[in-house]
């Protein structure tokens, strides 16, 4: 990847929908070597998908709980059930295996407590936990999917200028 390749990529963070001709023009090249460059960055898995972000109060989904799960458990055949399990809950967002004091983390959203009280009610049916705690957040100060791109390790000179 190089200096054009990490244009490309925070325009598309940006705005997804953006035509490539417009994309070209802002990075300096044509439409086909612009192209070429977001098909071979799809290919690499750089580019994982293209998504619409939704405005959480307009879809009733505006109560965030990161939800901290402890087990006791920890073999591989309880984790593919527990992730087996989390990935049937459409209102878990984000779920991470952590170190430290807690296995689990979970991002989840709902319209309100009660809905988080049934998510939580299905879930321990579902599978065996020794701890969950739950923390809801008061204010979003923050939200981002862009990838910060300063990290990326570029090759000294453009494929095709």
């Known amino acids: 990847m190089d200096r ?3 244009k490309i990529l925070k325009l598309l963070q940006e705005d997804a929908t953006m035509a490539v001709a417009d994309v070209a023009k802002r990075v300096g090249l044509s439409t086909t070597p612009c192209w070429r460059r977001i098909q071979k960055l799809e290919e690499e898995g750089v580019i994982r998908r293209r998504v619409a972000i939704l405005d959480p109060t307009k879809v009733n989904a505006s109560v965030t709980v990161f939800v901290s799960i402890r087990t006791n458990s920890h073999s591989n055949e309880w984790l593919r059930r527990f ?3 989390v990935g049937e809950f459409p209102e878990v967002i984000e779920f991470y295996r952590m170190s430290g004091e807690v296995d689990y983390l979970l991002r989840v ?10 998510f939580y009610k299905r879930l321990i049916a579902r599978i065996e936990i020794r701890d969950v705690s739950s923390s809801f957040a008061m204010e979003q100060i923050k939200y981002t999917t862009e990838m910060p791109l300063d990290y990326m390790l570029l090759d000294k000179e453009p494929r095709d200028a």
């Open 83 to 85: 992730a087996e399990v």
């Open 109 to 118: 959203v709902v319209p309100d407590i009660a809905a988080y009280d049934a």
């Open 4 to 6: 054009l390749d990490k």
